[in-house]
């Protein structure tokens, strides 16, 4: 473990990705396959299977240090980061050892099987040989959530360095239904024919949100324009008779949308379609918190698939008789969807998301200000002669969002950050006027600098009222302008709204408390676009 | 227990205490004495202030009289100016009214100390800030027998522990020599009082020359001139040329890395001294290539190590996480209150050097 130790503590003391990049290397070209092929699946968001829980650990971690659960649990949130606390809080331990990463994946993997005392007993002999950086790695195999500024695509680069692949095609390979358990790394690497694999999915192409005016991009022409869709991107793959269901997550969705399971009447095999998955009224799309009902269930009960019934808003062909189309130009891969979507039935569970027509850049801008009013957030253009790259590239695909919707607000509550901002305060409660009174309505954690924060940090702890556990009644002083995308009503709330993505977007200094919004404008709001 | 009363446009809270005498009580101008008419590190401006040491959030600009050791005095004036100043040595006892009241080395940075304070018998230490393992160059921690005990406690939380420094020495040196063998220069970030010194003498000359920004130079005089010991530093002046001192370690406050002053050390590895880089979130907030966990205050086990040696019964919780950390020592069978948010206000710059 010494080794992977070695290559976190590296990867994570730097932000310059050619030196993560080379350090992932390195160790691609030295570790042995079992641990190079766990690295990859952890990379890739695979994980052990969970031999312990995570009350369990908190309970074992805070015996071993003699303190009570309470402190742990009162010390997790300001570390942000379970396994991390269990690591810095236990003891040190009392012998080292040096096993490979693929030993203790294969200890926990082993614990499922053995009874709880002794799970409790193994769980407690590793961390008395492991060091803090290996013990966090050891909890973080157990608790998941293994981010630790390796994306999946930086992992890809490094590893074709190391193997000297093709990037492209090793990041095709490295994707789908795999799991260190169901093959080597040989076979992962190796495997010819790559195809064999039905539910495999293409790389996701990600757009990058214009900055500039749309004129900075040239000709009109050269464009094609659709509306941003409020929904789940998703690749819906027919091959060998079956179907599969990839979000942009790289999630397998399959048996959240059976909706999809149709699709084989409706189209013919060997087809991938890249496109937006959305509740569907009809004739729109559902607000997002509909299609957010759905996305939190494993299996969706009847009624929700009466009232929420998705469709896929189709807008890129990516396979077609079981052949690659990504490196035709977008104009003909969207001419041979049209002619394989065109001849569908109104009730098939897909549609060829409509291209907007626009001859100048001024009447596009007309048309994105009107997003709304077709449950969209704005625009997608798309370069007509541009391939299907993977990742995230900037110049061929844009987002052209609307401007966010936004409320001027006062700060009620303030809560200590954590993790990356433990020492500071930066999660706010926020209130609008109803008449005399201030009424909570949001929770807003970003948007301010970190200079901000630290003003703010300094004022709250100056003009506290009242602590509430962690959470910190403030004098209302301070007026912010909230930014959302979306707005809805929610009987859960003492306001009974609810935004989404709400975020601080400026500190109004220039505000006066009695010039914050008020719950009626809220309502407004709320009426026109909710 | 808090009872708020209005006096003319300021109010003014009063701690209730339980015990006959209050020696020591929470103002909204900071730690006050009845008995003896004066505050200890008072934040607005008083007649008579007792001073812990010379950070920005314990000595504050505008009270009439000071009264500090001997060995804090130069940097407060240094800091603040032209201002009336008394000095005691460290355990000497000087009567101010009905109390009698000495200072003890607080091991936080070179002349800090806890204030002890005696009235009839009772006897109160308020704390300031403080770290109990020796580091080398400010006088050693001495735990002070109380009643009451005022305690800090920025890193009141069992995450925080610290190596043992002569580790973090070895492992700053290795950072500073890879970078000298690598062409590139090492920029360290710390507070000018207290942190910048204690890395000073952390660190091994024979490796490289050492330069210091102004803010730093500046308090390193101050400390040399009393004769605390510190390497030979080299003061980074606007005609100083990089290249002439390759393989360097510059010192200097977190707010010059990464600024226009920091670019003409040309290629360089970045790194930051404090407690808080413990913790990978803040660690990785700062964006520094190397978080160095060095703290002036107390770790976990230092605090509870303070506390079990002065024998109190009674303790104040202030800086930090107060409210977690009295609850702690209640469940241990301590007396334990959280000194309220008003009184226990943090200098953002001084909290986050740490
Ligand atoms: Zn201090
Ligand atoms: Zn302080």
């Known amino acids: 473990m010494k080794d992977f130790a070695a290559l976190f503590t590296t990867v ?86 040096d096993l490979p990463l693929t030993h203790w994946i294969t200890e926990l993997k082993s614990l499922a099987a053995l009874d709880i005392e002794v799970r409790k007993a193994r769980i407690l002999d590793a961390w008395d040989q492991l060091d803090p950086t290996e013990r966090f790695l050891f909890n973080k195999l157990i608790t998941g959530g293994f981010r630790i500024g390796v994306s999946q695509k930086l992992m890809t680069r490094a590893l074709a360095q190391a193997t000297q692949q093709d990037e492209a095609s090793l990041a095709h390979r490295l994707m789908g239904g795999w799991t260190p358990e169901t093959t080597t790394f040989h076979d992962l690497m190796e495997a010819e024919d790559v195809e064999a694999d039905e539910s495999r999915p293409y790389p996701f192409y990600l757009a990058y949100q214009l900055e500039d005016r749309p004129a900075a991009l040239g000709s009109p022409e050269d464009w094609q324009a659709e509306w941003k869709w409020d929904g789940i991107r998703g690749q819906v793959i027919l091959r060998n008779g079956t179907h599969h269901v990839w979000s942009r997550g790289e999630e397998l969705m399959t048996d959240r949308f059976p909706e999809f399971a149709r699709l084989i009447d409706f189209l013919p095999d060997g087809i991938v379609l890249d496109g937006e998955i959305v509740a569907w009224d009809g004739a729109q799309p559902f607000p997002f918190n509909t299609l957010q009902a759905r996305i939190g269930r494993k299996t969706v009960p009847k009624k929700l698939l009466k009232d929420a019934p998705v469709i896929l808003l189709a807008y890129d062909l990516l396979e077609h008789d079981g052949e690659d189309l990504r490196n035709l130009p977008l104009k003909e891969r969207r001419s041979r969807m049209d002619a394989v979507l065109e001849t569908l039935s109104a009730d098939a569970p897909v549609k060829a998301a409509p291209p907007l027509p626009f001859d100048t850049w001024d009447t596009l801008a007309k048309t994105r200000a009107t997003a709304r009013d077709h449950r969209a957030e704005g625009l997608m253009l798309k370069r007509k002669d541009s391939p299907y790259l993977s990742g995230r590239k900037k110049g061929d695909w844009w987002k052209w969002k609307l401007d966010p919707l936004t409320v001027d607000a006062v700060m009620i509550y303030a809560q200590q950050g954590h993790g990356r901002r433990a020492n500071l305060f930066t999660d706010f409660t926020f209130a609008v006027w109803d008449g005399n009174d201030l009424v909570p309505f949001t929770k807003a954690y970003s948007g301010l600098t970190d200079d901000e924060f630290r003003k703010i940090t300094a004022w709250v702890r100056k003009n506290t009222q009242q602590r509430f556990g962690p959470v910190r009644q403030v004098t209302p002083h301070h007026v912010f302008e909230i930014a959302f995308e979306g707005i809805h009503a929610s009987p859960r709330h003492k306001s009974g709204i609810a935004l989404r993505f709400p975020r601080m977007s400026r500190w109004r200094h220039d505000k006066p408390l009695e010039e914050a919004n008020t719950l009626d404008d809220l309502r407004e709001i709320l009426h026109s676009y909710g | 227990m808090i009872t708020q009363h209005p006096t003319g446009d300021m109010t003014v809270l009063t701690y209730l205490c339980f015990m006959p005498n209050c020696v020591l009580t929470f103002t909204d101008r900071g730690i006050y004495c009845p008995a003896g008419d004066f505050y200890v590190d008072p934040w607005r401006p008083v007649d008579r202030a007792l001073i812990t040491h010379g950070h920005a959030d314990h000595a504050r600009p505008g009270h009439r009289r000071y009264l500090c050791t001997d060995a804090c005095a130069p940097v407060m004036q240094h800091r603040l100016g032209n201002i009336s100043v008394e000095t005691v040595k460290f355990g000497e006892t000087r009567r101010l009214g009905d109390a009698s009241v000495s200072f003890h080395p607080a091991g936080h940075l070179p002349g800090s100390a806890q204030i002890r304070v005696e009235v009839a018998g009772e006897v109160w230490v308020a704390s300031g800030d403080y770290k109990v393992v020796p580091d080398g160059i400010s006088e050693p921690f001495e735990p002070v027998r109380c009643h009451s005990f005022i305690t800090e406690c920025t890193f009141g939380l069992p995450v925080f522990k610290w190596d043992d420094q002569s580790d973090v020495a070895r492992d700053l040196n290795a950072w500073w020599g890879k970078n000298a063998r690598e062409g590139k220069a090492s920029i360290l970030g710390a507070y000018s009082l207290g942190k910048a010194q204690r890395l000073l003498s952390m660190l091994d000359p024979e490796i490289g020359p050492i330069l210091t920004h102004g803010a730093v130079e500046n308090t390193n005089d101050v400390l040399r001139q009393q004769g605390y010991h510190l390497p030979d530093t080299i003061h980074v002046t606007p005609d100083l040329k990089a290249k002439d001192h390759p393989g360097a370690l510059v010192i200097a406050p977190p707010s010059a890395l990464g600024s226009q002053w920091g670019r003409r050390f040309g290629p360089s590895s970045t790194a930051f001294a404090s407690g808080w880089m413990r913790l990978r979130g803040v660690r990785r907030r700062r964006a520094a290539d190397r978080g160095f966990v060095i703290s002036d205050h107390a770790d976990w086990d230092g605090l509870m190590q303070a506390i079990r040696e002065t024998n109190a019964e009674n303790i104040y919780a202030t800086h930090g996480y107060t409210d977690i950390f009295a609850r702690w020592l209640n469940s241990q069978g301590y007396n334990a209150e959280v000194v309220p948010t008003e009184f226990g206000g943090e200098d953002d710059e001084a909290a986050d050097a740490a």
């Open chain 1, 12 to 97: 994570d003391q730097t932000t310059k990705t050619s030196l993560k990049t080379k350090a992932l290397a390195a160790f691609f070209n030295t570790a042995s396959d079992d641990d190079k092929l766990w690295t990859i699946a952890l990379f890739s968001g695979r994980r052990p299977k969970r031999a312990v829980t995570t009350t369990q650990l908190r309970e074992w971690a805070a015996e071993v240090s003699g303190i009570p659960l309470w402190l742990l649990e009162e010390s997790y949130p300001i570390v942000g980061d379970l396994a991390e606390t269990i690591a810095l809080t236990l003891p040190p331990p009392s012998r080292e050892s």
